[in-house]
């Protein structure tokens, strides 16, 4: 081998001698292992450690020489090696190399082999020793960064957007060429330049401000201006601004990034316009994209669904606002099984929905259809159909639709304090809360609280069996065993009506007794206007559960009478003032009549009527208040009744009001003992709208058999 002497030439032939050493098993090189190595000049002796083997990636039965080592070397690599050991070994020179070893799949590793070499006093070498390092990981590291770096550059340069590195104190550094094409064509020369060389000091100002929050808080900042750039074009542009931090987080300068969205800024006005055209719109729209994620809905489908309008947000999925509105409504619809209604929900969304009608909590029909756009995504729109269903309901159902159950049918009457609810309610309002069902819905707490400020002065004694309780003192220190999650909604409910001062308050709900029952009840009451009548307040529940479950059959309900509180209650005739605010509060109007003598009626009679109280009372003669032709009819009813013949209970008749028009009556008649007369108690319910009702429908039954 040219430029080797024999002496070195002769150590590469010798093979390891060290036999005390254990051979290591056959394996990869591992990254970052390091061997030792030790070469004997004279005689010839070459240790290799066992670690060696495996840098090199040569087994157990191959000789290792020298020669054999880098001869393991990439062909590139080998003169370069053999160089360094013979100049170590003749000279005595150190030496470090950083060489290539191939596998048999062409893979390679990086290796470092660093020799020292110890001399004689003569000044020839005795020894050469030192170690080897896989330095794959450090080099692929190295590579690495490099690629990155460059890439790093690449995409700085290239971005479309405008991108600036100044110093902390806003000095510029360096930009990118779009940064240059927009604020500096002349190409200048931008190192150690500030903002106000280029724009105006008043935007000079701010940028300035931007840069020093940056610096000074290490705040990331975004904002959006519209600059001039070199071209005379003025551009929507939004900047991002960063601290470039160093290893100790202290900062070594700002970023800036600046981007067009001139092109953005013209859709984001465009997209408004359009979501201000749906919001103005009555029916409901909502957009989810082709992975079903929410995009946008108007304000009318919020309002439909407000119960979960905290979660239409953008980028949530389909899949998880079903399951919260399902969890959220399982108690008031009774899903049993969640995992099969949230499936139910999603096919038949993903099916796309067409005609299909669904009833809220609130009762409002709303017809709903779901399709997919052209751009593979969901659009669903829901329309409120609620009036068109009832004007269908009067044209098709029998008498069975009319449930004069809110009008009427009055089994148990409770006397409310409502006086601190009413004084919580205006803080409320005081305090910036304008809608409040919408807040109490939010806030359940709240509302359980409010509930817990309501006083209970009396109940009457219908309300002890139809809640199964013993006592009046048993029902209200229980009162809040049978408070659940629909009576808080329901009670939500009278607070939004006192809260928008409407005229009354019904509803029907589903209550639990205090012996396990489940009732279905109707609730009414008239509401205050002045502070002093929120102290009583009478609140009638009847018991519909039987109406609902045979609806055919409207007169099965049972009126319970405000007056049946004094005819139970005689002991407590010192309260006949509180009980006779109690009765004239009531939905009915009570006529007590001694033979054809009016002896007492209450207010809502006279109104019903169109008299005062006064003047009702001195009409003289009952039967002022029937229509001529049903004079007779309730005379014959008079005098059977007297005289012991059967007589309906119920019945209904066509009044005369004071100023001549006409009203239909429903009447319960019973026998009472007043002031120790004989006497006749008559309920009267206004069923005028019912009868005007049946007319109009057996108008169409004739109009129909007439067509036909």
Known sequence: MPGISKTALNLFSVNDSCTDRKD??????????????????????????????????????????????????????????????????????????????????????????????????????????????????????????????????????????????????????????????????????????????????????????????????????????????????????????????????????????????????????????????????????????????????????????????????PGNSLDSITRTSAERIRNAIGIEDIDAWVEQRLTEFEDGAEGQTRTLLDGRILLCSDSRSADGGYVGTRTDITDLKRAEAVLQESEQRFQMLFDTAVVSIWDEDFSFVIAELELLRANGVVDIDQYLRGN????FRLAGLVKINAVNDATLPLYGVASKSEFIDRLNEIMNEETIFVFIGVLNAIWHKEEEYKTEATHLTFDGREITIAMSFPIPETPSEWQHVPVCIFDITDQKKAEDDLREYQITLALKVEERTRDLRASEEKLRDLIDGSLQGIVVQTGLKIM??????????????????????????????????????????????????????????????????????????????????????DITERKEAEEALAKSERMYRSIL
């Open 24 to 313: 290591v098993d056959l394996a990869p090189a591992n990254a970052g292992l390091s061997g030792y190595w030790e070469i004997q000049v004279d005689p010839p002796e070459l240790y290799w450690s066992n670690e060696m083997r495996q840098i090199y990636g040569l087994s157990r039965d191959i000789d290792i020489s020298l020669d054999t080592a880098i001869s393991a070397c990439h062909p590139d690599d080998q003169n370069k090696a053999r160089d360094h050991f013979s100049r170590a070994i003749d000279n005595g020179e150190n030496f470090q190399i950083d060489l290539r070893v191939p596998d048999l799949n062409g893979k390679v590793r990086h290796i470092r082999s660093t020799g020292f070499a110890r001399k004689s006093p003569d000044g020839h070498a005795t020894h050469v020793s030192g170690f080897c390092q896989d330095i794959s990981a450090e080099i692929e590291t190295r590579e690495t960064l490099v690629r990155s770096e460059a890439i790093f550059a690449s995409f700085v340069e290239q971005s479309p957007s405008a991108i600036l590195i100044k110093a902390p104190d806003g000095r510029y550094q360096m930009a990118n060429s779009k940064w240059h094409e927009w604020f500096n064509p002349d190409n200048l020369a931008i190192e150690g330049m500030t903002v106000a060389d280029f724009v105006k000091s008043d935007m000079a100002d701010l940028i300035s401000h931007q840069d020093l929050q940056v610096a000074d808080k290490k705040d990331d900042v975004e904002s959006r201006h519209i600059l001039p750039i070199s071209n005379g074009q003025n551009l929507n542009i939004l900047t991002q601004k960063f601290p470039i931090l160093d290893d100790s987080k202290n900062v070594i300068g700002i970023g800036s990034i600046n981007t067009d969205i001139s092109e953005l800024t013209k859709a984001e006005a465009i997209q408004d316009r359009l979501f201000e055209a749906l919001d103005a719109i009555s029916d409901g729209y909502v957009f989810y994209d082709s992975e079903r994620r929410f995009l946008h809905c108007n304000r009318r489908y919020r309002e439909f669904y407000q119960r979960i309008d905290d979660v239409l947000v």
């Open 600 to 685: 007492f009626v209450n207010d809502t009679l006279a109104e019903m009527f169109g008299y005062t109280h006064d003047e009702l009372m001195n009409i003289g003669n009952i039967q002022d208040l029937c229509a001529p032709g049903e004079v007779e009819r309730l005379d014959r009813y008079q005098r059977l009744r007297r005289d012991g013949g059967e007589v309906p209970d119920y019945y209904e008749f066509e009044g005369q009001k004071k100023d001549g028009s006409r009203v239909w009556v429903l009447n319960r008649v019973r026998k009472v003992n007043w002031d120790g007369q004989n006497s006749v108690q008559s309920t009267i319910v």
């Open 444 to 447: 359940l707490e709240e509302a």
